[in-house]
């Protein structure tokens, strides 16, 4: 098992190195539990793994209640950055931290080419 999660880590490590626009990342399971991450030390595990549970879950619902098919993203611009969350298979999400100067389109490259690493690892 550690094997694994080690493996997960190297991906977040690898979608953390492919732009520097990247803070920190984690993979989260869909009950909020951290599986791995690569977070700074003042960011508690345990905060990001329930509010990506928590956003997944109203993003799942306003996507089916607006008829807008089903969620693939979560998305949160706050003054100072990004929280980007997607869907890596039925059970995880990828949680995302960026700067607030972001390239998006390279963050969102950089997020699915790990999702893609992510769905063979979970």
Do not use: C, H, N
């Not at 607006?66 to 995880?92: C, H, N, P, W």
Request: charged share 25%; glycine share 8%; net charge negative.
């Amino acid at each position: 098992m550690a094997s694994k999660i080690q493996k997960i880590v190297e991906v977040l490590k690898d979608l953390e190195a492919g732009t520097p626009d990247i803070e920190a990342s984690a993979v989260v399971s869909d009950d909020g539990f951290i599986i791995a991450s690569v977070l700074p030390q003042d960011i508690d595990e345990d905060r990001v793994g329930a509010m990506s549970a928590t956003m997944l879950a109203l993003g799942e619902r306003a996507a089916s209640e607006l008829e807008r098919g089903e969620l693939e993203q979560t998305f949160v611009k706050g003054k100072d950055g990004y929280v980007i969350m997607s869907f890596v298979g039925e059970s995880a999400v990828l949680t995302t931290i960026a700067s607030k100067d972001a390239k998006l389109g390279l963050v969102f490259l950089e997020m699915k080419r790990a999702t893609t690493e992510l769905l063979q690892l979970i």
